[in-house]
């Protein structure tokens, strides 16, 4: 069954802690995406991947951090750094190129910052 | 930066209703358009979208959308609204390799 699962559903962390938020897609595309999304505010791209040990800043990308070691994983870190963490999480994929392809979306994560 | 915008926040329809979301956006160049919808505890997923051609796109369930370039709008409709309608629509557009997403606006449709 292919898609983009993300772990866990609900996060809480204590404030100057780092998390780190997991994406992983069995569909063998090559692109990955990272959105914030807060209410009223739509989607805002953190970090995009377009190829594996390869990846750009979006929008808002100050107090994240990625990696892309394999195809099938994308991890956003929220460091202690991000002064507003408190948020829903999307990761997405595509099979390749720059956001001009369909993107799939997993179920996102909500993180508390206490 | 361009920017995308969703004039109505929340839209409360009856079933059977017309529906027309608007969607707005500021790049003056060559745009990609798409529609996403979020239904109450499912993912994320692509309604429509519009690369090139005919300016009026049909997608699933009985969604079309309408690009009109001199208005920079993408706005969604659908004749007739039922219940299962009621979720989040995104309009995303991307410019310039710029990917923006609009704030969203909630569709409740009543039985």
């Known amino acids: 069954d292919g898609g983009i699962t993300q772990s866990p559903k609900y996060l809480f962390r204590k404030e100057g802690q780092n998390v780190t938020l997991s994406c992983e897609q069995n569909?063998?595309?090559?692109?990955m995406y990272w959105y914030r999304q807060d209410p009223g505010q739509g989607l805002r791209l953190i970090y995009y991947?377009?190829?594996?040990?390869?990846?750009q800043k979006g929008d808002i990308a100050e107090g994240y951090s990625v990696s892309r070691e394999k195809k099938e994983s994308f991890p956003l870190t929220v460091t202690s750094a991000q002064k507003n963490p408190t948020a829903f999480y999307l990761c997405?994929?595509?099979?390749?190129?720059?956001?001009?392809?369909?993107?799939?979306f997993g179920p996102g994560t909500r993180l508390t910052v206490l | 930066a361009q920017s995308v915008s969703q004039h109505n926040h929340h839209v409360i329809l009856s079933e059977a209703a017309s529906l027309e979301l608007g969607c707005n956006y500021s790049?003056?160049?060559?745009?990609?358009l798409f529609w996403y919808v979020q239904y109450p505890g499912q993912h994320l997923q692509l309604l429509l979208k519009?690369?090139?051609?005919?300016?009026l796109v049909k997608g699933i369930k009985g969604f079309e959308a309408e690009f009109i370039k001199s208005k920079f709008s993408f706005n969604l409709r659908k004749p007739s609204v039922q219940w299962s309608d009621t979720a989040e629509y995104f309009c995303?557009?991307?410019?310039?390799?710029?990917?923006?997403f609009g704030a969203g606006t909630r569709l409740t449709v009543k039985p």
């Open positions: 519009y690369f090139s051609g005919d300016p």
């Open positions: 790049y003056g160049g060559t745009v990609n």
């Open positions: 995303a557009v991307m410019g310039n390799n710029d990917m923006r």
């Open positions: 569909l063998n595309h090559d692109a």
């Open positions: 997405a994929s595509s099979i390749a190129g720059y956001l001009d392809n369909e993107q799939f």
């Open positions: 991947s377009q190829i594996v040990n390869d990846f």
